[in-house]
């Protein structure tokens, strides 16, 4: 059975002209043990937002795990790695969400996100000097949500070209 946890903001920051919440879902997605006591998984990144290329360390770690554990971190930009504490570089601009995905020997299971800013270095610098204001934050998170949706149509397009060459046998 699969028991949905409500996101906690557990970490927030100023970033270019918005505020960024590290939302931790402390199993996000649920928990979903087999056999006694509640599995658990955290994890977390060395920092939340920078210039580009951000380049960030990510740990994971669990509670109540039966046996090894297996992780899965995926990077919202179509890589992934299954290391347990990755370091993991965002070359454009945009937010990204981490997912990091644990499992047990026992197949229980805990997913916790990650939300992460990488920002044009011009801007990043700019914004350490300039006073927060909401005009400028709200103007600055709709640039950066426009550079995010325009990093995942083209991440789009282009698996959709290799899974056409698989089909094709090219």
């Known amino acids: ?80 790695s299954e290391e347990q504490n990755p370091t993991h570089s965002f070359p454009r601009a945009g937010y990204y969400t981490v997912i990091m995905d644990a499992r047990d020997q026992s197949g229980s299971t805990a997913r916790q996100s990650l939300l992460l800013g990488a920002w044009p270095p011009r801007q990043w610098s700019t914004a350490q000097r300039t006073p927060l204001t909401k005009k400028g934050a709200l103007a600055a998170q709709r640039v950066q949500q426009k550079r995010t949706d325009a990093r995942r149509a083209q991440q789009r397009k282009a698996e959709r070209r290799r899974l056409n060459q698989e089909a094709s046998g090219s």
């Open 1 to 80: 059975m699969s028991v949905l946890k409500p996101f906690r903001a557990i970490k927030a920051g100023v970033v270019p002209g918005v505020i960024v919440l590290a939302l931790l879902g402390a199993g996000c997605g649920g928990s979903d043990k087999k056999g006694g006591g509640d599995f658990s998984a955290s994890a977390n990144a060395d920092h939340f937002a920078g210039p580009t290329p951000l380049s960030v360390r990510f740990t994971a770690s669990t509670k109540n795990a039966d046996g090894a554990v297996h992780y899965r971190w995926r990077f919202d930009d179509g890589t992934q």
